[in-house]
Each structure stands twice: as structure tokens, then as C-alpha cells.
């Protein structure tokens, strides 16, 4: 498997996210995703680059999140419990170190997908927010097997654009900008999850990223038949009435952040069996972005659901999530 870079070609939100995901990484990123596919041998169909580390840059304190795209969990894993484990409650995950030149190993969290939960999860039916939200941001693709494999990693991240906007427009109202549709977006698709990011994340994430999602959602409002519509003389957008209602979409979006953080902890326990070193990283992670430290010992090591139950009562009540 080797790292690709190719051009979308067109006005298409699918060619938009095709130019965005080409876009080239640095030496590190694509060291250490190249690691992450090889793990995985030719069950391998590709990487997926996002989070702070493409927002931010990779310092010393950071660890590159990848999905990894596989053809199957069986072939993936060589063993039944494993992949049973990633289908009923998608993803596992894994703590990697890729020796990299002089700056000692680099580090990566990473997710396994199969191309067709990839694919299924990012569509509109899909209730929970968790894999649509992240592959609504920028992403990049800096390892893919073939043009095959490619296209339907980009097809996936178009598709998690409209997924997006379907469910938050009702929300909004009948006329917005680009600035309240993402503020709105992320408020409610971090409210889905036990985060341990302080509050106000989201915006952030906007303001560091304001040419991609601006862009992004001209393209939503391009297409034919598509929910919203943009005045090209204001650049106010505009909801159309296929919309559902409001009240149903706050319900909804309540109804997801309930579900979001019992899930959120379901894969907090399921680590305990599948995620290699998710203690020190859970740590390491509430740390980073909270401000509030924990010392594990050994003991704690040794049982980490045990652990994970014991300490989260006192994290709640120190704020570490929200």
C-alpha cells in the first residue's frame, strides 16, 4: 500500500472533498499512517487523517487519529472475537508508536472501520452523530490501496456533509449564515459525547478552519434538490421546506445525546479489552485537554474497566468531561 494523491475534478461536493482530502501531509503523518495500514496487511484499503493534529500540527505532546479502512474484520483481525467486537460496536481502537528519525516514536490512535460500516455510518439513517460529525470536518487520505478504495472514502465524506446538514437545519432559523450553521453543528454533535475537551471546542474548530466549511457549505447548497440555498449578493443561506420541524429536531438531538454518552462509555469498557496501552492514552487524553491530571499505577493498569468505573465519578465531578 502506498500513500496517493489525486484531484477531483467538477463543482461536485464529491470533488470538493476529493481536492480537500489530496491535500499532502507532512513526513510524519504519512510515516505513521503507513505503520497504521501495515498493521492491518492487506486487509488494508485506507487511512483516514483528521483531528487536532491536522488542525494544529504535530508537537511533542500529540498523537495522530487515524481510521483505518478495511476490507473486513475477519481478514483484519484473523480471529472472531476481535472482529465481532469492532461490528456490533464500531470501532476498536489501538495505541501505536512508529519510530521516526531523531524525534523519537511517533504516536497515533487508531480506529478501525470496515468499508462497509464506513460507508453505512455515514449516511443519513444513521442516528448517532459520531462518525458523521468527525468526516464532516477536514480529513485527509494519505494511504490508499487503490483509485477504488480512494473514491469510496470520498464518497463517505461527502455523504457525512449532508448527513450533517439534514439533521441540523431544522434547528436553525429560516435564514442563517455559515458562522451559525457550524457553531450550531458542533454544539450539538459534541453534546453526543463524553468529551474531554473544554467547552467552546467547536467554534474553535470553525474559526481555524473557516475557508473549508464556508466552502463546504456553498457546495450543500449547490446541489439540486438539496435542503438549503444560498443568496449569492447577502451569502445568507436559507432553509427549504422539506426540512422537518423543529420541535422533532430537538427531540431528536436530545434523544442522540443520551444515546451518544452510553455509547461513549459502552466503548470506554470495551477498550478495557481491545484498546492495547487505553489506559495510559485515556489518561494521557484527559490530560491534554482538560488540565486535570491522573497518575495510574500499576494496580490500576493491571484492571482497566475496574479502573475506568471507579475514576469516572471523580472525573465527572472535576469537570475532565462534559
Given at each position: 500500500m502506498?500513500?496517493?494523491?489525486?484531484?477531483?475534478?467538477?463543482d461536485s461536493?464529491?470533488?470538493?472533498?476529493?481536492?480537500?482530502?489530496?491535500?499532502?501531509?507532512?513526513?510524519?503523518?504519512t510515516?505513521a499512517?503507513?505503520a497504521?495500514?501495515?498493521?492491518?496487511g492487506?486487509?488494508?484499503?485506507a487511512?483516514i487523517?483528521?483531528g487536532?493534529?491536522?488542525?494544529?500540527?504535530?508537537?511533542d505532546d500529540?498523537?495522530?487519529?487515524?481510521?483505518?479502512?478495511v476490507?473486513?474484520?475477519?481478514?483484519?483481525?484473523?480471529?472472531?472475537?476481535p472482529?465481532v467486537?469492532n461490528a456490533v460496536?464500531?470501532?476498536?481502537?489501538f495505541?501505536?508508536?512508529?519510530?521516526?528519525?531523531?524525534?523519537g516514536?511517533?504516536r497515533a490512535?487508531?480506529?478501525?472501520l470496515?468499508?462497509a460500516?464506513?460507508?453505512?455510518?455515514?449516511?443519513?439513517?444513521?442516528?448517532?452523530?459520531?462518525?458523521?460529525?468527525?468526516?464532516?470536518q477536514?480529513?485527509r487520505?494519505?494511504?490508499?490501496?487503490?483509485?477504488a478504495?480512494?473514491?469510496?472514502?470520498?464518497?463517505?465524506?461527502?455523504?457525512?456533509l449532508r448527513?450533517?446538514?439534514q439533521?441540523?437545519?431544522?434547528?436553525?432559523?429560516?435564514?442563517?449564515?455559515?458562522?451559525?450553521?457550524?457553531?450550531?453543528?458542533?454544539a450539538?454533535?459534541?453534546?453526543?459525547?463524553l468529551?474531554?475537551?473544554?467547552?467552546g471546542?467547536?467554534?474553535n474548530?470553525?474559526e481555524t478552519e473557516t475557508?473549508?466549511f464556508d466552502?463546504?457549505?456553498?457546495h450543500?447548497?449547490?446541489?439540486p434538490?438539496g435542503?438549503?440555498?444560498?443568496d449569492p449578493e447577502s451569502?445568507?443561506?436559507?432553509?427549504r421546506?422539506a426540512?422537518?420541524p423543529?420541535w422533532?429536531?430537538?427531540?431528536?438531538?436530545?434523544?442522540r445525546?443520551?444515546?451518544g454518552?452510553?455509547?461513549?462509555?459502552?466503548?470506554l469498557?470495551?477498550?478495557?479489552?481491545?484498546?492495547?496501552?487505553?489506559?495510559d492514552?485515556?489518561?494521557?487524553?484527559?490530560?491534554?485537554?482538560?488540565?486535570?491530571s491522573i497518575?495510574?499505577?500499576?494496580?490500576?493498569?493491571r484492571?482497566?474497566?475496574?479502573?475506568?468505573?471507579l475514576?469516572?465519578?471523580?472525573?465527572w465531578r472535576r469537570?475532565a468531561?462534559?
Open positions: 502506498t500513500a496517493t494523491v489525486t484531484t477531483g475534478e467538477g461536493l464529491e470533488a470538493f472533498r476529493a481536492v480537500d482530502a489530496a491535500q499532502p501531509v507532512s513526513a510524519a503523518a510515516a499512517a503507513t497504521a495500514a501495515a498493521r492491518f492487506d486487509a488494508a484499503r487511512v487523517f483528521y487536532s493534529c491536522l488542525r494544529d500540527g504535530h508537537g500529540a498523537m495522530f487519529d487515524f481510521y483505518v479502512i476490507d473486513s474484520y475477519r481478514h483484519a483481525y484473523g480471529k472472531p472475537m472482529a467486537a460496536l464500531p470501532p476498536n481502537v495505541y501505536m508508536e512508529t519510530p521516526f528519525e531523531d524525534d516514536p511517533l490512535k487508531v480506529a478501525v470496515s468499508s460500516q464506513l460507508r453505512a455510518l455515514s449516511r443519513p439513517r444513521t442516528f448517532n452523530p459520531t462518525l458523521w460529525a468527525r468526516l464532516a477536514p480529513v487520505v494519505p494511504v490508499a490501496a487503490d483509485t478504495a480512494r473514491e469510496a472514502v470520498i464518497q463517505a465524506l461527502a455523504d457525512a448527513t450533517l446538514a439533521a441540523v437545519l431544522p434547528l436553525l432559523p429560516e435564514t442563517f449564515t455559515a458562522a451559525q450553521f457550524w457553531h450550531i453543528a458542533f450539538q454533535t459534541y453534546r453526543s459525547e468529551r474531554a475537551e473544554r467547552a471546542r467547536g467554534g474548530i470553525y475557508d473549508f466552502t463546504a457549505l456553498q450543500l447548497a449547490a446541489e434538490g435542503p438549503l440555498s444560498r451569502g445568507l443561506y436559507r432553509r421546506e426540512v422537518a423543529r422533532r429536531a430537538v427531540l431528536v438531538w436530545r434523544l445525546h443520551i444515546q454518552k452510553t455509547l461513549t462509555l459502552l466503548r469498557v470495551k477498550a478495557g479489552f481491545t484498546f492495547e496501552g487505553g489506559a492514552y485515556l489518561a494521557w487524553k484527559i490530560a491534554r485537554h482538560s488540565g486535570v497518575t495510574l499505577t500499576p494496580w490500576q493498569r484492571h482497566p474497566i475496574l479502573t475506568g468505573f475514576l469516572f465519578g471523580r472525573l469537570r468531561f462534559r
